[in-house]
């Protein structure tokens, strides 16, 4: 989460009119991220406050918004603690402000998890599962749902472009990692809707426990253990890029307990957690250039070096 677009009191009073939520309190920007425009917002009813999150979407159209509330409804109805949009008085879950499409959730409860244990990564491979489960029924036609913009296209695109930016030794590894993830695309794994970056920073807990997962802006159609590779590269890995194993164990151990892996996607679990990292240094290579990023490559370059000294 992040603030780029800013705007005064005024402005965003006139824009909740739509909701009829209560009387504007206070808003401020919440700082992190690095790809939309967040604000905390505090309301009153008349008989206490709330708290809302503003989401001001920078890089997607409205008509592309259409897919991630839809998405969310969804998995709402399904039990997943996941932020839904409120609705305008006419019925709109989505509407422009400063000229943007944006978005108007209750604030979940929780924050980030400050440690990674067993229990918090057994809970969040049960949450991913629920959430691959749930797109069984989504209603939305295939045509309609987003495909990955991270394809192996892209990332071999991608790279040749970073090729100046990166070390001969780390270049000839991502080469590598492009060629897993053109294999894995073509095996018959198994595919729906997936998360695209559940990443610890988007997850909610308290009091140990898991009450929120956030921020769906990467989620799309692909390769279901794709989303748990992705998963596990960051909740699993140590400061030097190393994966806890008993960090990994109960994270898949969580997952398994609601949709069992089948053997091929064991077997191409590791292939596709370095497919992950691949695409996600690529990625974070796009998002600057001379050294100054959005969010650091270096982090997931210790985790693809790691997951090439593991074979």
């Known amino acids: ?3 780029f677009t800013t705007f005064d009191r005024a402005r965003l009073e006139q824009h909740l009119n739509l909701f009829e939520l209560g009387e504007l309190v206070s808003f401020s920007p919440v700082e992190a991220g690095i790809e939309n425009s967040n604000y905390l917002v505090t309301l009153s009813d008349g008989g206490g406050e709330s708290e809302y999150i503003l989401t001001i979407l920078e890089s997607l159209s409205f008509d592309e918004v259409s897919f991630f509330n839809a998405l969310l409804g969804h998995l709402a109805n399904q039990g ?15 509407t422009i402000f400063c000229g943007k499409p944006s978005i108007l959730c209750p ?6 998890p400050s440690i990674v244990d067993g229990p918090g990564s057994h809970e969040t491979g049960r949450a ?27 990332a071999k695109s991608t790279l040749r472009q ?33 998360h695209g970056d559940l990443f610890r920073d988007n997850t909610l807990f308290a009091h140990g426990h898991l009450t929120g997962i956030i921020d769906f802006y990467h989620a799309c159609h692909d390769v279901l253990s794709l989303d748990l590779a992705i998963t596990l590269n960051d909740w699993c890995s140590d400061k030097t890029g ?5 960090l990994a164990t109960e994270m898949i151990a969580g997952y398994e307990s609601v949709r069992s ?24 290579l796009q998002s600057g250039e001379n050294g100054q990023y959005l969010k650091d490559p270096e982090e997931i370059l210790r985790i693809a070096r790691a997951l090439a000294a593991t074979g």
Request: contains cysteine; neutral net charge; proline residues 7%.
């Open 162 to 194: 970073a090729k100046s930016r990166l070390s001969a030794e780390d270049y000839a590894l991502l080469s590598d990692y492009v060629a897993c993830y053109e294999v894995a695309s073509r095996l018959d794994l198994p595919r729906g809707i997936i």
């Open 107 to 112: 604030k979940l409860t929780g924050s980030n």
């Open 261 to 284: 892996l089948t053997t091929l996607e064991h077997a191409m679990l590791q292939d596709l957690q370095k497919a992950a990292a691949m695409c996600f240094v690529l990625s974070r």
């Open 80 to 94: 997943l603690p996941v932020p839904v949009p409120r609705q305008t008085l006419d019925g709109m879950s989505c």
């Open 242 to 246: 190393g994966i806890d194993t008993h």
């Open 128 to 154: 991913l599962a629920r959430i691959h489960l749930a797109s069984d029924s989504f209603p939305l036609s295939p045509e309609k749902i987003r495909r990955n913009p991270y394809s192996p296209g892209w």
């Open 1 to 3: 989460m992040a603030a």
